[in-house]
């Protein structure tokens, strides 16, 4: 019950959940990684101790290492020692033994499997252990086998499970809450829509727990909030979750100041939280939207201050205006064209413009995020800005900052997709770029394939002006785009494709192997694509003739020769 001292709280720094516009694509590297250890399981109740490396941490750091490089090697050895120390009476000792589980989780899973039907329902028990620091590291290291509870019958463990975390979560000691929420927020992440029938309960526990939190819990609070909407999306988007969950939300949203950092986390909540409830959350957003783009030309207002006269005022912190930037997304994403009234009554274009030039990577990396989602809800009020906004995204596309270009490249494909023909003028001026991304030796898969994505838009659109330089790089778009799943954005590439190939086959020739590979890694085209492999596929067999096709046909593998001959008929 005791408050927190702002002393014992530490800095927080916003981290862009949009550095990767994919479909599909959630880069989100779970908060209690196998690396991080040594965050979750100090010994000392004094909060310095969580800074300090002890001997204790180094243990367990150094038994996750050598599970990581012997795996199943190492069980013989320690599961013995396992037996005797989880069992033990000694509550010290039988906690160091759930430690260590905890800690061979990544490296052993494989050969712990045979024995979780009987360690989970035995750790499941120690959560409600009379020692608070027994049930706080029972919480992180069930949190580590999550995986495997997710994928057994809930009634035997997902279920009980959750009651057990729910309870915890409530505990009455801090630091059981803290291990409890962010081992849920695990949870969440491998569950996903397997929530979905539990939500009423969950949502009444998480919101419970915002009366009685104090200042540090209730930024971990946020977390596991924001993560159950990032994993159960649109689900929760029903009248008596909405109830349930805003009015906390926009009482702490009301009390918190401008300046006040604890706003980082509560954006990036109100962002995971707007985007799963989409018309939901319209109720909401006006007061929201306009704080966020009053936040942004706050801190804009500040740097100019600051570079002209830098005496006299303090250089602005980014981090809000970034964060205010990605919550915009998320309405946009969320609320679609319902955002277009809000857009329309405010200047976000004209400091959107700003954000784009600014010299931090990160402002740039959330401004373009924002562009396009801007553009797919409402693009008539980012038209205007086309002949500003291009040459800016044109000189982002560099490829040291993987980020930044990776969300310029994305911008580029939506604003292609909606310009159509206009967007002709603006090819010049990223197509050699790109080409040069797509070639380049050890470009991260992310960005091959969001890169790969717009040169197929751009395709799409101008294929008289992309085409001529088909031959070079349609064998790594052949690569990269072969591994996605079907989705919208494959779609309009691969139609970018076909109709550059149609304008320029002789561009194709040499790779065709690829291009019928990356034909085949589709599972259900629409139909009016379907058609147009179908007259790709045959063109090249007839421009070739049967006995040269036969010949070219005998390099495929046999898996991909079934599978042209029984969708396409070649």
Not at 379 to 389: A, K, L, N, Q, T
């Amino acid at each position: 019950m005791i408050p927190d001292r702002d002393e014992d709280i530490r800095p927080r720094f916003h981290k862009s959940k949009r550095s990767v516009k994919a479909e599909g694509e959630n880069m989100n590297m779970g908060e209690n990684g196998g690396e991080e250890v040594e965050e979750e399981d100090d010994d000392l109740d004094d909060d310095s101790s969580l800074s300090d490396w002890n001997l204790r941490k180094c243990s367990a750091a150094a038994l996750d290492v050598l599970a990581n490089v012997f795996r199943e090697e190492l069980l013989p050895v320690l599961l013995p020692i396992l037996k005797e120390t989880l069992f033990h009476h000694d509550w010290e000792i039988k906690e160091s033994g759930i430690l260590a589980l905890g800690a061979i989780a990544e490296g052993c899973m494989n050969g712990m499997v045979p024995h979780l039907n009987e360690l989970v329902p035995f750790l499941i028990t120690c959560l409600s252990d009379k020692k608070a620091l027994v049930r706080a590291i029972t919480c992180w290291t069930l949190s580590r086998y999550s995986h495997w509870v997710v994928s057994q019958p809930h009634d035997s463990y997902l279920k009980p499970l959750m009651t057990e975390l729910l309870k915890r979560i409530l505990d009455p000691n801090k630091r059981v809450q803290e291990a409890a929420c962010s081992a849920f927020a695990t949870l969440e992440e491998e569950a996903c829509t397997e929530l979905v029938p539990y939500l009423g309960f969950i949502l009444e526990t998480l919101v419970f727990a915002f009366s009685k939190y104090q200042h540090k819990n209730l930024l971990i609070l946020y977390d596991a909030i924001g993560t159950l909407a990032d994993s159960v999306g649109h689900h929760l988007n029903k009248p008596e979750y909405i109830s349930l969950l805003m009015p906390p939300l926009i009482q702490k949203w009301n009390i918190l100041k401008d300046e006040d950092k604890d706003l980082f986390p509560l954006l990036e909540c109100l962002s995971s939280v707007a985007t799963a409830l989409q018309a939901g959350f319209l109720p909401y957003c006006e007061p929201v939207y306009r704080r966020c783009v009053s936040l942004i030309e706050q801190t804009l207002n500040q740097h100019m201050a600051n570079s002209q006269n830098p005496e006299q005022f303090d250089a602005p912190d980014k981090d809000f205006m970034i964060v205010a930037l990605d919550l915009l997304s998320g309405l946009a994403e969320g609320l679609d064209m319902h955002i277009d009234s809000l857009v329309s009554n405010s200047n976000i274009m004209h400091l959107l413009y700003q954000c784009m030039q600014d010299p931090m990577p990160e402002v740039r990396q959330s401004s373009f995020a924002l562009l396009g989602d801007l553009t797919k809800a409402c693009f008539s009020h980012v038209h205007p800005c086309i002949s500003d906004f291009m040459p800016i995204l044109g000189q982002n596309l560099n490829p040291d900052l993987i980020s930044v270009c990776n969300n310029a490249t994305w911008a580029i494909g939506e604003i292609s997709v909606k310009l159509g023909e206009d967007m002709r003028r603006y090819v010049p001026m990223v197509i050699n770029q790109l080409i040069i991304i797509i070639n380049r030796p050890n470009t991260p898969k992310t960005l091959l394939e969001n890169t790969a994505i717009t040169i197929g838009r751009l395709g799409y659109v101008c294929p008289h002006d992309v085409a001529p330089l088909l031959a070079q790089f349609v064998r790594q778009w052949c690569s990269s785009l072969r591994n996605i799943r079907d989705n919208e954005e494959k779609d309009s590439a691969f139609r970018g494709m076909c109709a550059m190939i149609t304008v320029n086959p002789g561009g194709v020739v040499q790779e065709f192997i690829f291009f019928c590979d990356a034909v085949a890694s589709w599972s259900t085209p629409k139909e009016d694509l379907k058609e147009m492999f179908h007259k790709i596929l045959h063109g090249f067999r007839t421009q070739v003739g049967d006995e040269n096709w036969q010949r070219f046909a005998d390099q495929f593998p046999d898996q991909l020769r079934d599978r042209l001959s029984a969708m396409y008929g070649v």
